[in-house]
């Protein structure tokens, strides 16, 4: 079997659209970590029961090769700690955590993340509590489910885990685009060269 490319996305901080738009709820989840509801764990010293409706999960893993397909072509997409970070603060500073979805598909209200945070040591972080085994730079968050049917669906299992929802741009891409600047600086300096030659 053939190595799948891997294409690492990044936030172009020119590009105005790049960043997490929506955090969906699904049945697979992309990074392949489930997350966990809340009221499923015990914390010393803190009841959590089902009138809390609170899930914390992991909505972005770095370094982690996460399997994509486009037609016939299969490749891997990866992010780097930088990115996850960005994705995270961008999320909030853009007052993006009030949109959910459902499989990516529809969007949904009373879903939204309330608290959020960037593993900097797996061992202490308060992840670690609901066995989210988070590696370093991970992003959790922690969501809170007022909308009474979606609830009903994450306690019986419908929805499993998170996805993350946004624009990103790739290094081929950027590549690219830095390729075809670089040729038109020198068309444009041979054109003026040619001018001022006459």
Do not use: C
């Not at 190595?3 to 992309?30: C, R, W």
């Not at 007052?95 to 598909?105: F, I, P, S, V």
């Not at 290094?171 to 600047?181: A, R």
């Amino acid at each position: 079997m053939a190595k799948l490319d891997t294409i690492e996305l990044f936030i172009d901080e020119e590009n105005i659209k790049d960043g997490i738009d929506a955090i969906s709820l699904v049945k697979m989840p992309a990074i392949e970590e489930n997350f966990v509801a809340l009221n499923q764990h015990r914390i010393e010293f803190k009841s959590i029961d089902d009138d809390k409706r609170i899930i914390i999960g992991l909505a972005l893993v770095p370094n982690k090769l996460i399997y994509r397909r486009n037609g016939d072509y299969e490749y891997n997409i990866v992010f780097s700690k930088e990115t996850v970070k960005k994705a995270a603060e961008l999320y909030f500073k853009k007052l993006k955590n009030n949109n959910a979805t459902l499989e990516h598909q529809e969007k949904t209200d009373g879903v939204s993340t309330i608290e959020s945070w960037i593993v900097e040591n797996p061992k202490i972080d308060k992840s670690a509590l609901y066995n989210l085994n988070a590696t370093e730079g991970s992003w959790v968050v922690i969501m809170k489910i007022d909308n009474d049917e979606v609830w009903k669906e994450v306690k019986n299992g419908t929805y499993l885990g998170l996805s993350v929802e946004g624009y990103f741009s790739d290094k081929v891409e950027m590549s690219l685009i830095t390729q075809e600047s670089k040729e038109q600086e020198l068309i444009e300096k041979i054109k003026q060269i040619l001018i001022n030659n006459k």
